[in-house]
């Protein structure tokens, strides 16, 4: 693993970074990118600080000197094998406990996980999840569009799925519409428009969804945000699970058995994906 520090040093990985009063550690509180290094390059780095800032300001904390985060991601980026997919993180966090408002930055980068490549060679299967969420109703408290740290949530929502036989989950809310997954974006083509779940309902707004919106708006092949039920999803010509590391990965089964394959669907959203992530 690579570590650089919010100074851009590179720090031994073996050695620890963060005190044991970190606010990040004791409450998950502060906010992550994951970001794709792809042949020695961290893409779509634009958009990654930019929610991270996003999702600062939704945390009330201290702006982060974006200067200084891009820096520590070139530095993160030239120290990596560029022959290996990296997992570029930029980890945020209110700082110590004991030394208020002097927030914590560090960048990592490890191996993207094996379960990435599988998921965009072979797809996916996915388990409906209820999220008591109303769509309607803003609950900045939720800190829905922010990248915040505390994950513990998701990551229990994914050994849920894997519980069940899945290997991943689709949230769906009170009001019945589509949300995310715990670690990606839902994007569905329903009569030739790629459709993605209005990023105001209480989702994380993704940068590899809006990297494909761009490409697909420049190809021609329309684009829209609307609310999704799952049985626009199990009807559409395909569905597709959008995330930084994964890119996209298709949907292949939504809970029983619900085969979603439509071989000659005219938009092929991993390629669109592959071309906004070559050029990002
Ligand atoms: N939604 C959630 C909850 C996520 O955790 C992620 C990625 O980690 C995404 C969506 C996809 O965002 P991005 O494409 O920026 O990686």
Not at 112 to 120: D, F, I, Q, T, Y
């Amino acid at each position: 693993m690579i570590v650089v520090d919010g100074d851009g040093l590179l720090r031994d990985a073996d050695s620890p970074l963060v005190f044991p009063d970190d606010l990040g550690v004791l409450h998950g509180d502060g906010v992550f990118e994951t970001v794709l290094v792809r042949d020695g390059r961290a893409r779509l780095v634009d958009a990654h600080v930019a929610r991270l800032v996003d999702g600062a300001a939704r945390l009330d904390l201290p702006e982060p000197d974006i200067e200084a985060l891009r820096r520590a991601v070139v530095v993160a980026q030239e120290a990596w094998d560029e022959s290996i997919d990296g997992a570029l993180r930029i980890v945020y966090t209110r700082g110590r406990e004991s030394e208020p408002s002097t927030p914590t930055a560090f960048v990592t980068v490890s191996p993207v996980p094996e379960r990435a490549a599988s998921a965009r060679r072979d797809g996916v299967s996915v388990t409906l999840l209820a999220r008591a969420h109303d769509p309607d109703v803003a609950a900045p408290w939720e800190l829905s569009g922010a990248k915040a740290l505390s994950y513990a949530r998701n990551t229990a929502a994914l050994r849920h799925a894997r519980s069940r036989g899945f290997d991943d989950a689709i949230y769906v809310s009170s009001a019945g519409s589509v949300l995310e997954s715990p670690r990606a974006n839902v994007v569905a083509v329903i009569d030739g428009r790629l459709t993605a779940t209005p990023p105001g309902d209480g989702i994380l707004a993704g940068t590899t969804q809006a990297a494909l919106f761009d490409v697909a708006d420049r190809h021609g092949i329309r684009v829209q945000h609307r609310r999704m039920t799952p049985d626009d999803l199990i009807r559409a010509d395909s569905v597709w699970l959008l995330s930084s590391l994964t890119l996209a990965a298709r949907v292949r089964r939504i809970d029983d058995c619900v085969p979603i394959e439509r071989p000659n669907c005219a938009v092929d959203v991993a390629e669109l994906v592959n071309e906004a992530i070559a050029a990002g």
